[in-house]
């Protein structure tokens, strides 16, 4: 669909499709969609590639002098409500538009509040609805084209890494572009892996918000050497702790503990990760954070994450992420801290028996229990005399199921 674009000056719009490469640098204040899109009009796709695309592009504008009219009965007619919401101004032009072909306005009274600047917008609404993200059909064939050159090898693994060379990022960021990507790092020897990081490095930080471009940089920790992945631990020193908690962050994080734990870029990340590890531990995408380090991390920070878990043990025993991290504590620590975390808990019979009765804190008694050492005596010590109490509860009976493992005091 074209459209009329509202600019930051007094302007006077014409109809006249622009190219490409005129209007990409132009910023847009608003957008109103009508009419038809001009063939090639998205990255060379026509309609009949896309039969659903809604495109918005900005008309060439010239100056017509100050405070410049522009007859509303130029271009009322055929409006229909737009595909994207630009803001509350939208009701408000609507209304001016009602008011009747006769009616005009200064262009000034029609520019968003505050002079907001979009930038043009191209999108698929099929891929919008799948993934979140325009593709455009274009796009796609271009990156299945890169993966089929990459599968074949030879001169067309060659040229699909040249064809690559100054829009690694942008592909990162699209949805099958992303794909393409993370085959040439698998597929790359040492030289050409490093043009394609090269090319993302100093945008790891915008990578790892995309639902697409997370995946690549994971694929750059799992798939290089430290020598060339370092620079992701790097440019996440500083924003370490909120990267922890993100939903795609915390993956980046894992991977980077999975693949370069004793790595120094690493360690120092890790360090400010683990700055505020009780709440990390409760987070729901940071308790993951903490789950691979436990499992892959250095003997230093599993005994700090023992040592911070220590300062809240009852409330995380009883919340849903961080009995988790509790219960493979007793799996991965030094015995030392297993057994400092285990004394806490099995200190007082009323704790045991309210965690016994609990839908997360049974785990981590059952969790005591699989130590099989004098900890695990000590609660069945504790719950002997509440057996029936347990007997009535879903959580309770599990608990008791595990009685039979621990061996008989003699």
């Not at 969609?33 to 001009?38: L, R």
């Not at 063939?39 to 809604?54: E, K, N, R, T």
């Not at 495109?55 to 229909?80: C, I, K």
């Not at 639902?211 to 440019?235: M, R």
Request: hydrophobic content about 40%; proline content about 4%.
């Amino acid at each position: 669909m074209t459209s009329i674009a509202i600019a930051p000056a007094p302007v006077a719009m014409t109809s006249t499709a622009p190219s490409q490469s005129s209007w990409m640098q132009q910023p847009v204040v608003g957008c109103f969609i009508f009419g038809s899109a001009p063939d090639g009009a998205c990255g060379g796709a026509s309609l009949a590639a896309c039969p659903s695309m809604v495109m918005t592009w900005p008309v060439p504008l010239l100056n017509a002098g100050e405070g410049a009219r522009v007859p509303m009965a130029s271009w009322t007619e055929d409006v229909g409500t737009p595909d994207l919401d630009y803001g509350s101004n939208w009701q408000e032009w609507k209304d001016q538009w009602q008011k009747g072909p006769s009616t005009d306005a200064p262009l000034q009274s029609l520019m968003l509040q505050g002079g907001s600047v979009f930038d043009p917008i191209v999108w698929c609404k099929d891929d919008a609805q799948s993934s979140g993200a325009g593709v455009s059909p274009a796009a796609a064939r271009s990156s299945n084209e890169l993966m089929s050159m990459l599968e074949a090898g030879g001169e067309s693994r060659r040229l699909a890494f040249v064809s690559m060379g100054g829009r690694v990022l942008r592909l990162s960021l699209d949805r099958s572009g992303s794909r393409a990507v993370q085959a040439a790092l698998q597929a790359a020897n040492n030289a050409e892996a490093m043009a394609l990081v090269g090319e993302i490095r100093g945008h790891v930080r915008k990578a790892i918000k995309s639902a697409h471009g997370n995946y690549v940089i994971q694929k750059i920790v799992e798939a290089l050497p430290t020598s060339l992945s370092s620079f992701v631990a790097d440019e996440l020193v500083g924003v370490g702790a909120n990267v922890a908690r993100d939903r795609y962050g915390c993956r980046i994080i894992c991977r980077l503990l999975e693949h370069s734990a004793c790595d120094r870029s690493t360690e120092v990340l890790m360090d400010e990760v683990l700055e505020d590890v009780l709440e990390l531990c409760r987070h729901s995408y940071g308790h993951h954070v903490v789950l691979t380090m436990l499992e892959h991390g250095t003997l230093s920070q599993r005994s700090r994450i023992a040592s911070g878990l220590r300062g809240g043990l009852l409330r995380s025993a009883r919340n849903r992420f961080a009995s988790r991290v509790l219960e493979q504590t007793f799996v991965f620590c030094s015995v030392q801290d297993k057994h400092a975390i285990a004394s806490d808990l099995v200190s007082s019979p009323d704790t045991v028996q309210v965690l016994a009765e609990h839908q997360c804190g049974c785990f981590v008694v059952r969790a005591i229990l699989r130590l099989q050492d004098e900890y695990s005596q000590k609660v069945m010590d504790h719950l002997q005399p509440v057996v029936c109490n347990l007997q009535l509860s879903k959580w309770g009976k599990r608990v008791l199921h595990d009685f039979e493992n621990v061996p008989k005091r003699n």
